[in-house]
């Protein structure tokens, strides 16, 4: 058996199709979703772990990919250096799940990791390169 | 009842100026009118921190024995300007690392410098009868230096553009991370706390100008590069989209690198975060008008970062009030935004330039010239050569 935890990544023309559906039925794969943020005629990011046999997994990865779904190993923590930190936003631009955000009043940046799906852009868009990953 | 600038210098000598932020100036305004606010405030402090590309600082490091006139050089790997007689240089701010390409640059060697650092400087040269070295490899710091100071052609934008990406893939630019068919959008302006924007019409900002920089007082030494007041602007005068620019000068030695940062814009490369603050004397009511403006009333134009071309389509106006919610109207879905520029450390520059013109510290100087009025941007044409 195999075990991965990837993000896959779905432009908008895709995310409305029941890809995860027919990767359970049709590859024999468990697809358990941790974390999602889909919305209709948006990117969605999901979170999730795919746990079957070897082939079969890989199979269905392909499936994934061959659907136009970016699928990338998922990241399992990410850390910012808040003392360095300047408060900016541009990192929030990219977090559609909104586990970084900044608000009125105080416009400080909020990082709630519960509401992070690890997907890692964050990392590229600090232009002060504060935050880092863990695999 | 107008007042004069050395009337307010008066009253900051006596530590009896009465000074807000514009924030603090735009709630006032709003609730008691220009008029009285004009009566009551002398000075209206303002400050940005963003990403500022058009920036450097020129550096001299002192003659080796024996002496070098460099043609080349490198501090800590990022190329320098050297070209400045023997042993001046500028170092650009968006320069990248000859080693870390992207991850370091000459924003950051600033920022270091700020910091006191030790570098590495690098420098080869040609050799002459009066300079024979040919290369030299050491160590400097900002006091091995003899003068360094930050002259940045074009900081403070009044106003600028609110970025969105309309193609099919994630696109990376100074404006930050886009991701496609306009799934985020960025703006980068501190609004109704920037400097020109609380001086629509460049009535007190002008050269000669003392202002905030980078922690230091520093001064408007010209008009910035791209200054462009020809713009459709709002009835209270600031302009829809990027107009005015400042080029400032200041004391690199007395800076704080809280207000100085280098920064990476991933794919793009490197800029530099500068912290700029700027007094604006509230002369008569027309100038508390102008200092009350609210983020509602300042308007900025939405473009698409993936037109790879000079003058992208405009895709719509929308307010800093609308910005500053989290999300904007863009053909006919709610799209979410995010700043780039700092609100924060904004606010933390109009607190600190309130506090030294409270205590005395910090005076205003009227401008020695203004700021032009009107003018365009001349576009780069490709020429063959041929009829010039």
Not at chain 1, 96 to 120: H, Q, S, T, V, Y
Not at chain 1, 123 to 135: R, S
Not at chain 2, 167 to 177: A, D, F, Q
């Amino acid at each position: 058996m195999a075990r991965r935890r990837l993000v896959l990544t779905f432009p908008p023309e895709v995310v409305e199709r029941p890809v995860v559906a027919l990767l359970v039925r049709d590859y024999d794969v468990i697809t358990n979703i941790l974390r999602a943020e889909i919305h209709e005629g948006e990117i969605g990011r999901m979170l999730v772990e795919l746990e079957g046999e070897g082939k079969r997994v890989r199979e269905g990865v392909k499936y994934l990919k061959d659907l136009g779904v970016q699928v990338e190993e998922a990241i399992t923590d990410i850390e910012l250096d808040d003392e360095l930190c300047i408060d900016c936003g541009a990192c929030t631009a990219v977090c559609l799940p909104r586990a970084l955000k900044m608000e009125a009043p105080d416009w400080e940046l909020d990082l709630n990791k519960d509401r992070c799906i690890l997907c890692g852009l964050c990392v590229d868009a600090c232009p002060l390169q504060l935050i880092t990953v863990k695999f | 009842m107008a007042k004069t600038y050395e009337e307010i210098n008066q009253r900051i000598r006596k530590g009896e100026a009465v000074v807000l932020t514009a924030e603090e100036m735009t709630g006032l305004v709003a609730s008691e009118g220009a008029q009285k606010a004009a009566r009551k405030v002398d000075v209206v402090t303002t400050g940005t921190f963003g990403p500022m590309c058009s920036s450097g600082a020129f550096v001299n490091f002192g003659h080796s024995d024996p002496p070098i006139k460099m043609s080349k050089a490198w501090l800590n790997d990022v190329p320098v300007c050297a070209d400045i007689a023997a042993v001046d240089a500028y170092i650009g701010a968006t320069a990248l690392s000859d080693t870390e390409g992207m991850a370091y640059g000459g924003a950051h060697v600033i920022q270091d410098l700020i910091e006191g650092k030790w570098m590495k400087l690098r420098a080869t040269a040609y050799g002459t009868d009066c300079y024979p070295r040919r290369e030299i490899e050491t160590w400097v710091n900002k006091d091995t230096l003899n003068q360094a100071f930050l002259f940045n052609p074009r900081n403070a934008y009044q106003n600028y553009a609110c970025a969105t990406n309309g193609s099919e893939r994630t696109i990376y630019t100074y404006m930050g991370v886009l991701l496609p068919n306009h799934g985020n959008a960025t703006y980068c302006s501190a609004g109704q706390l920037s400097p020109l924007l609380n001086d629509p019409l460049y009535r007190t900002i002008g050269l000669g100008t003392r202002v905030f920089l980078g922690g230091a007082h520093g001064y408007v030494a010209w008009p910035g590069t791209q200054h462009k007041p020809s713009v459709e602007r709002s009835p209270g005068g600031t302009p829809l989209g990027p107009a005015g620019t400042l080029a400032l000068i200041g004391d690199l030695k007395e800076m704080d690198s809280r207000f100085i940062r280098g920064a990476r814009f991933h794919r793009y490369g490197v800029s530099m975060y500068v912290g700029v603050g700027i007094p604006i004397p509230i002369l008569d009511e027309e100038m508390a008008a102008y200092a009350g403006v609210s983020d509602a009333e300042i308007q900025t134009t939405i473009f698409d970062y993936s037109q790879p071309t000079r003058s992208r389509d405009p895709l719509g106006r929308v307010s800093y009030a609308e910005l500053r919610s989290g999300s904007i109207e863009l053909k006919g879905r709610k799209v979410p935004c995010a700043p780039l520029s700092s609100y924060k450390v904004a606010r933390q520059i109009a607190g600190t330039l309130k506090g030294w013109i409270e205590e005395g510290r910090f005076l205003l100087s009227a401008p020695v010239e203004p700021l032009p009025a009107e003018g365009a941007v001349l576009p780069l044409e490709i020429r063959d050569g041929e009829g010039i």
